[in-house]
Structures are given as C-alpha cells and as structure tokens.
C-alpha cells in the first residue's frame, strides 16, 4: 500500500512558475513507476507525466511538453512537478499517481494508487 499526498497548489498568473510535490509512504516507493494526472472541471481526468522507477525514463503529454519537469527522489520518497510558463488551459486540480512496476505508462488504469489532489488555478 502507498499513501501520497500532493501539496504546491495555488492561484498564479499566466506565465509564472509553480512547483507540486506528492509524498509518499508506505511500502516500496521505489518500486512503483510514477505519474500526473490533472482534471479540468467537466472534463476527464488525462495524463500529464510520467517517470520511471528510477528516474531514468520521463515522458508528457504534448500540451506540457517543454514547460513541465517531473521528477523523483526515492531517498526523499518524494515526486515533483516543475511547472514554467503555465497557461490558463493548466488550469486543474493535479493528481499524484503510483503504480506497481518499473516502467512508466500514459494509462491512468495501470496506476493503482491516487492522491487526494492540488487546485492550479493559472489567471490570464
């Protein structure tokens, strides 16, 4: 079992930077692939990042490709977003995500433990 807790969340003007952490505890953190997921209101949750056990693999959706950085620190049991140059359309409650596994994937199905989640509200 892995408990995460998001935290970094706020109301920011375009343009600007923002940093999300998720800690997690629980068992084998290292053990889990990684991710962000976001929801807008009224729309699906959808994928953001994602990072393989060991930090050695990352991938984004194209919407955050370039501005967004995840991260992890299996010491720390910590994962981030670094997120530059937010837009209005970033606007989202962001979810933390594990899954069980070494490889990152996009599918929000192989993910098996969720955040409660952060508000990013990005004014124009």
């Known amino acids: 079992q892995v408990q995460l807790v998001e935290s970094g969340g706020g109301l920011v003007q375009a343009g600007v930077s923002l940093r999300l952490s998720c800690a997690a505890s629980?068992?084998?953190?290292?053990?889990?692939?990684m991710g962000w997921f976001r929801q807008a209101p009224g729309k699906e949750r959808e994928f953001v990042a994602a990072?393989?056990?060991?930090?050695?693999?990352?991938y984004y959706s194209n919407s955050v490709r370039g501005r967004f950085t995840i991260s992890r620190d299996n010491a720390k049991n910590t994962l981030d977003l670094q997120m530059n140059s937010l837009k209005p359309e970033d606007t989202a409650v962001y979810y933390c995500?594990?899954?069980?596994?070494?490889?990152?994937?996009?599918?929000?199905?192989?993910?098996?433990?969720w955040g409660q989640g952060t508000q990013v509200s990005v004014s124009s």
């Open positions: 990072i393989s056990w060991n930090g050695g693999s990352t």
């Open positions: 629980g068992r084998a953190f290292s053990w889990h692939f």
């Open positions: 995500a594990a899954g069980r596994g070494l490889a990152l994937t996009t599918s929000k199905m192989a993910y098996n433990y």
